[in-house]
């Protein structure tokens, strides 16, 4: 398996403009998740997916953050206008419930976001 | 919501020796899952081990085992024989049943391995 796969790593924008992470998550797993990781306030959840239906999106920052998880195999989270606060590490990562209670996630490589 | 505590932002090994790092947590649950993740430099989140919280045996997985302490509420890594590859931030992290699969982080212990 290919794992979770992230695009694209790297990311530098000029603040007001959007931008678009994308994710796929490894075949079959059902939940979906979204961090971001700053020094100061280390990983966040931002919001999960369960069989495509945002469960809960209480970490998403402010209105300017959005995701959606069109089908299984393909999530975006959209940042509009992106501001240099914004600039940090976003993870995707995706599990399996079937798997068992014990079951893990497994995180993607990241995009690293710069907004100058 | 469940908190997870990582008191030590730093630790520091010498290659060979052994070091642990803790982790505490906030939980009324008695039905639960540990995890420890590593992070090297390179950002890429890697699950080292995980620990179902009504065993008793401590989870081992080769030179990484874990202390867990129910009552204490406490689940420490350790890592024996470091080696220079193990330098990495460490992350515990906790899941509950009752949150579906949602899962709580620590702030993370950075390891440094001393040749």
């Known amino acids: 398996d290919a794992g979770v796969i992230q695009s694209p790593r790297h990311e530098v924008t000029e603040m007001g403009q959007e931008v678009t992470l994308r994710c796929k998550p490894i075949s079959g797993h059902d939940y979906l998740f979204w961090y971001r990781q700053t020094m100061m306030r280390g990983l966040e959840l931002l919001i999960y997916?369960?069989?495509?239906?945002?469960?809960?999106d209480s970490g998403m920052p402010e209105d300017r953050f959005s995701a959606k998880m069109p089908n299984a195999s393909f999530s975006t989270l959209k940042i509009q206008p992106s501001e240099p606060r914004d600039s940090a590490v976003y993870f995707c990562a995706s599990s399996l419930t079937s798997g068992g209670p014990q079951e893990t996630q497994y995180f993607g490589p990241g995009t690293r976001l710069l907004v100058l | 919501a469940q908190t997870v505590t990582q008191s030590q932002p730093e630790m520091s090994v010498q290659e060979a020796e052994t070091v642990t790092l803790s982790c505490t947590y906030d939980?009324?649950?008695?039905?639960?899952?540990l995890f420890w993740y590593k992070q090297p430099p390179s950002r890429q989140m890697i699950l080292v081990i995980r620990q179902e919280a009504y065993k008793q045996q401590n989870a081992t997985e080769n030179r990484f085992s874990v202390n867990f302490q129910k009552a204490a509420k406490s689940f420490s890594l350790k890592i024996s024989d470091s080696q220079l590859g193990d330098a990495a931030m460490y992350f515990c992290a906790y899941r509950s049943p009752n949150t579906g699969n949602q899962f709580y982080f620590g702030t993370g212990t950075s390891l440094t391995v001393i040749p």
């Open positions: 997916f369960n069989n495509n239906v945002p469960i809960d």
């Open positions: 939980t009324s649950e008695s039905d639960y899952y």
